[in-house]
């Protein structure tokens, strides 16, 4: 993957709440915790290049309520969404089980919002807010791992589908690359650089 | 002395009547006289220490709380911790029996939330503890105990944000052999903060106009979502704990005020907005999960 010129960060969620919010602390409760966490996300990110993908991991986390949720993914992922984000970031979250699939789900509708998540082990799919045209054409570059801009109208014949497409690149659910101009799932890039 | 007699059961349905008395116009020191208590739940536990709290920052005196007769009462009262968290808020004259000595068949304490970490420690609590009585009682799923402690935290969280004041939560389960002919949890969280109208009125009373009241605060919050925050995200705690009691057939219903505002299922006939109460500070939560019925 010559062409993903992004930085692999891993985020262990698990060892960020006992570290930096409070050894004793082992559920991912209260908005202040959730700052917190966040926080120590970013400064994380922060240590990375210009650009980067992180992989941000709840498998230790057994307990994630709504206020957390909202500051752990959905206000993390607006942050660099915006235009005055301070680094270009991809995100996908990894250990979502059906535990955090309920708040992680509503924080991110609220906020028309939506990430790439593992499910279950090589398992991904898409949360949160997205049409039925952005799950078909997600489904179809995950299948393809990566799609080069000639192929899309064959993979993608529907024009809505492939206008949703270009709404997942915008909307950082997709990485198209500088260098070759080739769209990548997400997913596989997680495989490559941080298997 | 002013004397509040206590009924024979304080629970979610009478606790009103204590928290409504609580503020009556008196100077004087107040006796509570409990006596009588036959069955008190968490809902009355913690509507007794609010009015004491309150009872007592009016008055410069702590009032004074006649215990109950019934042994079996006094027990579980000293089990749940109210002789502790009573301390600083009733003069008691009887000796107040410890929570120890045995297993508890309790599912949370009274505890106090003051702060961030509160709400983790009444989380990590119900972890250990809630699965079994979920299974057990109320037929749950073992899944339930993680959204179980959503609530819990959701709820306990309401205080540390929005009431700026002391609150307390509890929770057990029962078996409603009469009302019910289930098992159902009761759980109770309150303060005597600034209520909802309070925590609302500098962003929204000036829209409703006329019509601001504690009823329309509550309809604010609890429909609609309201919050005091100008951020989107703010605002969907009671909305999910909403949806998930909604799926467990559940009942929740807020008295804030003057106000009550509830989400009635149809075991219950309570209706879903009571106004004119006595105006009582902060804000009193009850949630009452029964068990899943049939099959």
Redesign the interface.
């Given at each position: 993957m010559t062409d993903v010129p992004l930085d692999p960060v891993a985020i262990d969620v698990g060892g960020l709440l006992q570290s930096h919010v409070?050894s004793?602390?082992?559920?991912l409760?209260?908005?202040?915790?959730g700052r917190a966490v966040r926080l120590a996300i970013e400064s994380q990110l922060g240590e990375a290049g210009s650009a980067s993908l992180s992989l941000v991991d709840l498998s230790e986390v057994?307990?994630?309520?709504?206020?957390c949720a909202?500051?752990v993914a959905?206000?993390l992922l607006l942050r660099y969404l915006d235009p005055g984000r301070p680094r270009d970031a991809f995100f996908v979250f990894r250990g979502v089980t059906?535990?955090h699939r309920?708040?992680v789900e509503?924080?991110l509708m609220?906020?028309h919002l939506a990430v790439v998540a593992e499910t279950a082990p090589a398992h991904y799919e898409l949360l949160g807010d997205r049409t039925e045209a952005e799950e078909r054409a997600w489904r179809q570059l995950e299948a393809y791992g990566l799609l080069v801009p000639a192929d899309i109208p064959d993979v993608l014949p529907d024009p809505d589908d492939r206008a949703a497409f270009a709404g997942l690149i915008e909307r950082r659910l997709a990485f198209r690359s500088p260098i070759s101009g080739r769209i990548h799932a997400l997913s596989r890039i997680v495989a490559h650089l941080l298997p | 002395m002013h004397v509040i007699a206590l009924p024979g059961t304080l629970d979610y349905q009478s606790a009103d009547v204590l928290l409504d008395r609580a503020v009556e116009p008196v100077a004087e020191r107040t006796l509570i006289d409990a006596r009588h208590l036959r069955w008190v739940d968490p809902v009355g536990m913690l509507a007794l220490l609010c009015a004491g709290t309150v009872l007592r920052d009016r008055t410069g005196a702590l009032p004074h709380l006649e215990g109950p007769e019934s042994q079996d009462v006094m027990g579980y009262l000293g089990r749940m911790g109210f002789f502790q968290e009573a301390r600083g808020v009733f003069e008691y004259d009887g000796r107040a029996p410890r929570g120890g000595g045995r297993p508890s068949d309790v599912l949370l304490e009274i505890t106090s939330i003051t702060r961030?970490?509160d709400?983790?420690e009444v989380?990590?609590r119900v972890?250990q503890r809630a699965g079994v009585i979920l299974s057990s009682k109320l037929r749950y799923p073992a899944?339930a105990v993680?959204?179980f402690?959503?609530i819990l935290?959701?709820v306990c969280?309401n205080i540390?944000?929005h009431a700026e004041g002391p609150g307390w939560v509890a929770a057990q389960a029962y078996h409603w052999s009469k009302r019910l002919g289930r098992h159902v949890v009761v759980i109770s969280v309150m303060d005597i903060g600034r209520g909802f109208r309070g925590s609302l009125s500098d962003e929204h009373a000036a829209r409703y106009g006329d019509r601001w009241s504690d009823a329309t605060a509550l309809e604010a919050a609890f429909l609609h979502g309201l919050t005091r925050f100008p951020d989107?995200?703010?605002g969907?705690?009671i909305q999910?704990i909403r949806r998930q009691v909604r799926r467990w057939s559940g009942s929740i219903s807020v008295r804030s005020g003057s106000a009550r505002i509830g989400q009635v299922p149809e075991w219950d006939d309570s209706p879903p907005m009571v106004e004119g109460l006595a105006p009582f500070p902060g804000a009193q939560i009850s949630i009452i999960l029964p068990e899943r019925a049939g099959e």
């Amino acid at each position: 993957m010559t062409d993903v010129p992004l930085d692999p960060v891993a985020i262990d969620v698990g060892g960020l709440l006992q570290s930096h919010v409070a050894s004793l602390y082992s559920h991912l409760v209260t908005r202040q915790t959730g700052r917190a966490v966040r926080l120590a996300i970013e400064s994380q990110l922060g240590e990375a290049g210009s650009a980067s993908l992180s992989l941000v991991d709840l498998s230790e986390v057994s307990v994630l309520d709504f206020s957390c949720a909202d500051e752990v993914a959905a206000k993390l992922l607006l942050r660099y969404l915006d235009p005055g984000r301070p680094r270009d970031a991809f995100f996908v979250f990894r250990g979502v089980t059906e535990a955090h699939r309920d708040p992680v789900e509503v924080v991110l509708m609220r906020q028309h919002l939506a990430v790439v998540a593992e499910t279950a082990p090589a398992h991904y799919e898409l949360l949160g807010d997205r049409t039925e045209a952005e799950e078909r054409a997600w489904r179809q570059l995950e299948a393809y791992g990566l799609l080069v801009p000639a192929d899309i109208p064959d993979v993608l014949p529907d024009p809505d589908d492939r206008a949703a497409f270009a709404g997942l690149i915008e909307r950082r659910l997709a990485f198209r690359s500088p260098i070759s101009g080739r769209i990548h799932a997400l997913s596989r890039i997680v495989a490559h650089l941080l298997p | 002395m002013h004397v509040i007699a206590l009924p024979g059961t304080l629970d979610y349905q009478s606790a009103d009547v204590l928290l409504d008395r609580a503020v009556e116009p008196v100077a004087e020191r107040t006796l509570i006289d409990a006596r009588h208590l036959r069955w008190v739940d968490p809902v009355g536990m913690l509507a007794l220490l609010c009015a004491g709290t309150v009872l007592r920052d009016r008055t410069g005196a702590l009032p004074h709380l006649e215990g109950p007769e019934s042994q079996d009462v006094m027990g579980y009262l000293g089990r749940m911790g109210f002789f502790q968290e009573a301390r600083g808020v009733f003069e008691y004259d009887g000796r107040a029996p410890r929570g120890g000595g045995r297993p508890s068949d309790v599912l949370l304490e009274i505890t106090s939330i003051t702060r961030n970490a509160d709400v983790h420690e009444v989380v990590d609590r119900v972890q250990q503890r809630a699965g079994v009585i979920l299974s057990s009682k109320l037929r749950y799923p073992a899944s339930a105990v993680v959204q179980f402690s959503v609530i819990l935290s959701e709820v306990c969280q309401n205080i540390i944000e929005h009431a700026e004041g002391p609150g307390w939560v509890a929770a057990q389960a029962y078996h409603w052999s009469k009302r019910l002919g289930r098992h159902v949890v009761v759980i109770s969280v309150m303060d005597i903060g600034r209520g909802f109208r309070g925590s609302l009125s500098d962003e929204h009373a000036a829209r409703y106009g006329d019509r601001w009241s504690d009823a329309t605060a509550l309809e604010a919050a609890f429909l609609h979502g309201l919050t005091r925050f100008p951020d989107s995200g703010r605002g969907q705690g009671i909305q999910q704990i909403r949806r998930q009691v909604r799926r467990w057939s559940g009942s929740i219903s807020v008295r804030s005020g003057s106000a009550r505002i509830g989400q009635v299922p149809e075991w219950d006939d309570s209706p879903p907005m009571v106004e004119g109460l006595a105006p009582f500070p902060g804000a009193q939560i009850s949630i009452i999960l029964p068990e899943r019925a049939g099959e």
